[in-house]
């Protein structure tokens, strides 16, 4: 089987709201929209955000890495969304992780790329 493009779809209660957030909030660019359906192309990965969504709390799967968590998390919050867990330093490191909500209630996640860890038996 050829697949010729993967992307994960979104239900949005507010349609127009959602294009909005998540276009902007991420730097991403609007690929198809119609009454229905938008298409949104962020760093190569498609999101479909589908209309009549009930706004409910659901979780995405999707994962969003950036360069500097608190940073983006702030970011989300001012375009509406919320954060479900604040990022918080871990083993010494900075923050690399900040679960997060978007307006309609979809859940995704913010993440760090964290620092390779040292091979065994490494000095």
């Not at 498609?46 to 608190?70: C, Y």
């Amino acid at each position: 089987m050829q697949v010729e493009r993967v992307k994960y779809v979104i239900w949005a209660a507010d349609f127009d709201r959602a294009v909005r957030f998540w276009a902007e909030t991420f730097a991403g660019q609007v690929l198809k929209r119609n009454p229905v359906i938008a298409e949104v192309e962020i760093a190569g990965a498609v999101i479909g955000i589908h209309s009549g969504g009930e706004g409910k709390r659901t979780w995405t799967g999707i994962s969003l890495q950036v360069a500097d968590v608190i940073a983006a998390a702030h970011e989300v919050v001012a375009a509406g969304g919320t954060l479900v867990r604040e990022p918080e330093p871990e083993n010494g490191e900075p923050p690399h992780l900040a679960m997060c909500t978007d307006p309609d209630g979809n859940d995704f996640m913010l993440t760090r790329r964290r620092a390779a860890a040292p091979a065994p038996g490494a000095t």
